[in-house]
């Protein structure tokens, strides 16, 4: 099956800085990609689109200067946190849109900002 | 707004029992429900129902979708305890690119 991976798994950063994940299509090309959060009991957010070769996509309520995206391939796309504060601590979740329309779930960053 | 809804929350049942989880949704320009197994770390994919009435089956689960009830339910039968996890719907709608999801069954199978 599609295999979605993301690096880091876990990260702890100070307020103020800030952290880049990487979502990577490992056996499959992905022109679309998609950010998620998820807070704890909680179901996941969608929080933007990225789409290869173009600016992506923002859901409102989204912030796109502090949640910036890019995707510079067909298989990777990055979601660098900037200036993050202890309320940006959650569970980031990126996904690769498959041949169908369906997505596969990379698995998953753990964001602490302290 | 589009909307997903699961039912039951929670449940919990004893190894070899059967379950049926819930779904129902009310969007816009609907194309297809997809059901995800999520335990502790990111979802992972399970089935995509596009048509109603035709049901698609992976071993012990199964589901089907109702395009005209606009719900649908996953079956799993013969329950054991790796089959403990958050199960989510999703609906696949627009150009095919948003997924909006349910807030998930919390399942847990007991010995």
């Known amino acids: 099956g599609a295999v979605v991976s993301q690096h880091p798994s876990r990260v702890i950063c100070k307020s103020g800085t800030s952290v880049k994940i990487e979502c990577r299509s490992l056996d499959f090309q992905a022109t679309t990609m998609f950010w998620y959060r998820q807070f704890p009991k909680q179901s996941l957010m969608l929080m933007a689109t990225s789409n290869e070769g173009s600016k992506a996509t923002y859901e409102q309520g989204v912030e796109k200067d502090k949640f910036l995206i890019n995707h510079a391939s067909l298989t990777l796309s990055t979601l660098t946190v900037t200036s993050a504060h202890p309320e940006d601590s959650s569970f980031y979740i990126c996904?690769?849109?498959?041949?169908?329309?369906?997505?596969?779930f990379g698995p998953g960053t753990r964001l602490t900002v302290t | 707004e589009d909307k997903v809804v699961q039912s039951p929350l929670s449940l919990v049942v004893h190894e070899g029992d059967t379950v049926t989880l819930n779904c129902s949704y009310e969007v816009t320009n609907f194309r297809s429900l997809l059901w995800y197994k999520q335990e502790k770390k990111a979802p992972t994919f399970l089935f995509m129902l596009t048509s109603s009435g035709i049901e698609k089956k992976s071993g012990r689960l199964s589901s089907i979708l109702d395009k005209k009830e606009l719900f649908s339910i996953l079956n799993i039968t013969a329950t054991q305890t790796g089959d403990s996890a958050v199960y989510l719907c999703a609906s696949l709608t627009g150009g095919g690119n948003k997924l909006t999801f349910g807030t998930g069954t919390q399942l847990k199978v007991e010995l």
């Open positions: 996904s690769a849109r498959g041949p169908a329309a369906e997505q596969y």
